[in-house]
């Protein structure tokens, strides 16, 4: 059995689209999956998502097409086996679940066919068939998925490799994952913010260069362990993703929550538009009080650390 761990994108979703820095951990949410024998051909049985394949008689949905890409990488398309996968990632959220699943799916068919595949290679998987998902994606969450911690990410415009750096905390931050539980979509919120851009291009200019500076000033409070204001910067970073169209009436009654109840910051997570958000907690105390107040207006919530 093998592993795809979440992720928390801290600094930096939809800008790093552009190949400006983002800041993102991995979390302790992951996707498993396990390999068992099967008599003829592939089947996949995921439930996280209830969904059930024959690779190859599919009807083309997102699993069959994430499964041709990894076996076309890894030329296992001749072999009979059955793919068991679950976890705990609520899906379609900005946790990195499509990233984590795909990760967990490589490493499984690396330990059980002995390719010896190196992380390099599993992230390139990871990154090929996180198309299906995102259309164009950065390449941040399966990075962060394939090699865990907390990662400083800069995309290569030119197709060439990302810039990844690991980021070492003194110790980690204490946060409060919280769900809108509405389930959103990566490849139409990167879109919608493509086409806001065209339409405004002073402002979005204006808005991109906060948030280039923002990332540079999170990276040095962050290794400097000033939580204070690394939860300045996390509220500058919501306005800023607000400013762009991509939080949501239930993001900001979330962030307003956590605030509300102590929290040093709060933000959305991910795409936006749905999905997750985050607050960075002083102890382990107001963790708590954070989690039961998200969870007394009604939304999930999962107490968890970053940056370990
Ligand atoms: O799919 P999500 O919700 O984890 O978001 C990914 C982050 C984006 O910056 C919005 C897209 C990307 O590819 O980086």
């Given amino acids: 059995m093998q592993y795809g761990f979440g992720k928390l994108i801290l600094f930096g979703e939809h800008f790093v689209v552009y190949g400006l820095p983002g800041i993102a951990s991995s979390i302790d949410l992951f996707t498993r999956c396990r390999l068992y024998p099967n008599e003829k051909g592939i089947t996949v049985n995921d439930r996280l998502t209830n ?73 390139e998987i990871a990154f090929a068939a996180e198309h299906v998902f995102h259309a164009s994606p950065s390449g941040i969450d399966n990075t962060v998925s394939t090699f865990g911690g907390l990662v400083w990410f800069e995309k290569n415009l030119q197709g060439g490799k990302n810039k990844m750096e690991h980021l070492k905390m003194k110790k980690p931050l204490l946060v409060v994952i919280g769900n809108t539980k509405i389930i959103h979509d990566t490849a139409e919120a990167v879109k919608f913010v493509c086409e806001q851009k065209e339409k405004q291009p ?7 260069g906060q948030a280039k500076d923002l990332v540079h000033e999170a990276k040095k409070e962050l290794l ?85």
Avoid: W
């Fill in 51 to 123: 969904k059930h394949i024959l690779v190859g008689k599919g009807n083309g949905d997102i699993l069959e097409q994430t499964m041709q890409i990894i076996l076309k990488e890894t030329k296992l398309e001749k072999k009979n086996f059955r793919l068991e996968i679950d976890g705990n990632i609520p899906i379609f959220g900005g946790l990195g679940s499509s990233a984590a699943l795909i990760v967990s799916i490589a490493r499984e068919l690396n330990r059980e066919f002995l390719l010896n595949l190196s992380d390099e290679k599993i992230n």
């Fill in 202 to 208: 002073k402002k979005f200019e204006q808005i991109f």
């Fill in 224 to 308: 400097a362990g000033n939580e204070k204001k690394v939860g300045e910067l996390l509220n500058k970073n919501q306005g800023l993703l607000k400013q762009i169209g991509v939080s949501s009436t239930e993001l900001e009654l979330l962030c307003e929550t956590a605030l509300g109840a102590g929290a040093l910051g709060a933000k959305l997570t991910g795409a936006g538009m749905g999905g997750c958000m985050f607050a960075l907690a002083k102890n382990a105390r107001q963790q708590k009080k954070i989690a039961r107040e998200l969870e007394k207006e009604g939304f999930e919530s999962y107490i968890t650390k970053v940056g370990v």
